[in-house]
């Protein structure tokens, strides 16, 4: 049966206002492949970059659109977006855009430099424990609380009245230099080691300058960037964006942003070594023991059982030390130790994934409540997909 005349209209009109929400225009030339992880849209079809021939500022203006309404200086955001993904020479699409969206939305709601809860009482808990492991009384270090910080209000004053991670910073930088006991308690131990709208590691950041140029100038310290909306939107995009991905599903890289670069692929390593050797190995993603920043030389669990089964494997200590080693490099994945495991796992069954999600229970003073990386990737992925749904799903 055919539909009146005026069904047909209001269908019609229904239908160009549904279409006009996609940010690709009807007709538009679609840009460069997107990685694997992003590649797939909900229809089935395969997702691509917008066109390189956009103007800048209709890319800009793709981006406003896919941020939250409830954002404060829409455009000032998309603005530094834009730089990062331009400098760091990420795909301009909604796909890429909304991974780095939902981040920021999950971490700060888009506030520039986050409020923390309860900051004075962490903070505070902290200054008890420092004095108490090197040893110097709390009645000197609430003395020299009470006096005037360069700002001219006194320690007390800035502690009881901090809010955010930015604020801390710089208190601990004037407590290092000024105090008395300063560089005793606080020297080269900040206790803020991520900041700003991203929550990016300062320590990222500082290996990701000396690799790469930062597109702005730098006032005073390079860690004073990551508490800035600029800083901390480049340093959060680098670390999310800026290196190739083994995984068919985002979820994945979400939770390698909360627990470190390809720890969900080491984690599915963990699971077909454990299988091959029968020992239960924790999946966190970690398959070296770490001090201080660096592979420890005591074996971790990993590696002790990767040794227990070297014949098996046709690998030395030294070569499979050699292959774990490559842990944070996409390398890994491609190395004999990565191969030869998962050859063996699927000798008797089918085959194994090559992703799985890290088991690692949230811990910060920060973290109130029982959190885990899983909770956070699934809760971003919730995120990635309604700014697909701001963007028209493509």
Request: hydrophobic share 35%.
């Amino acid at each position: 049966m055919r539909l009146p005349n005026r069904h047909l209209l209001l269908t019609v009109a229904l239908f160009a206002t549904l279409t006009s929400c996609s940010l690709f225009e009807e007709g538009e030339e679609e840009g460069g492949r997107l990685p694997p992880d992003m590649a797939r849209r909900a229809d089935g079809r395969t997702a691509a970059a917008w066109p390189t021939s956009l103007p800048e500022a209709e890319v800009k203006r793709r981006i406003v659109r896919l941020i939250p309404g409830y954002a404060r200086d829409r455009q000032g955001w998309a603005d530094d977006l834009h730089t990062a993904f331009r400098t760091l020479e990420v795909p301009h699409a909604t796909q890429t855009y909304c991974a780095a969206i939902a981040i920021i939305e999950q971490e700060s709601s888009f506030q520039a430099d986050p409020t923390v809860p309860g900051l004075p009482n962490i903070v505070r808990r902290e200054l008890e424990s420092r004095a108490d492991r090197y040893g110097v009384p709390m009645l000197i270090v609430n003395a020299a609380l009470g006096k005037a910080s360069p700002d001219g209000k006194s320690y007390n004053e800035r502690i009881d009245s901090l809010k955010t991670e930015k604020q801390l910073n710089a208190l601990f930088e004037d407590m290092t230099g000024e105090l008395p006991f300063g560089r005793q308690l606080f020297a080269d131990q900040n206790p803020v080691h991520t900041g700003g709208p991203m929550q990016v590691s300062i320590d990222f950041a500082a290996q990701h300058a000396r690799q790469r140029d930062y597109p702005y100038p730098i006032a005073k310290k390079l860690r004073h960037e990551v508490f800035t909306r600029r800083g901390g939107v480049y340093f959060g995009s680098a670390i999310l964006l800026d290196y190739e991905v083994p995984y068919d599903a985002i979820t994945y890289r979400f939770a390698d942003f909360n627990a470190g670069r390809y720890s969900s692929r080491n984690a599915a390593f963990q699971l077909a070594l454990g299988k091959l050797t029968g020992q239960p190995l924790a999946p966190d993603g970690d398959l070296l023991r770490y001090e201080n920043g660096q592979p420890a030389t005591v074996p971790s669990s990993v590696e002790e059982a990767a040794i227990g089964i070297a014949k098996r494997l046709d690998m030395s200590r030294p070569q499979i030390r050699r292959d774990l080693l490559l842990e944070k490099t996409m390398a890994f994945g491609k190395s004999p130790l990565f191969n030869r495991v998962f050859e063996l796992a699927e000798q008797s069954g089918r085959p194994l994934p090559r992703q799985a999600m890290p088991q690692i229970d949230l811990k910060s003073p920060k973290i109130s409540r029982k959190l885990t990386t899983e909770w956070f990737a699934r809760r971003v992925e919730g995120r990635y997909r309604s700014c697909l749904g701001r963007g028209g799903g493509r």
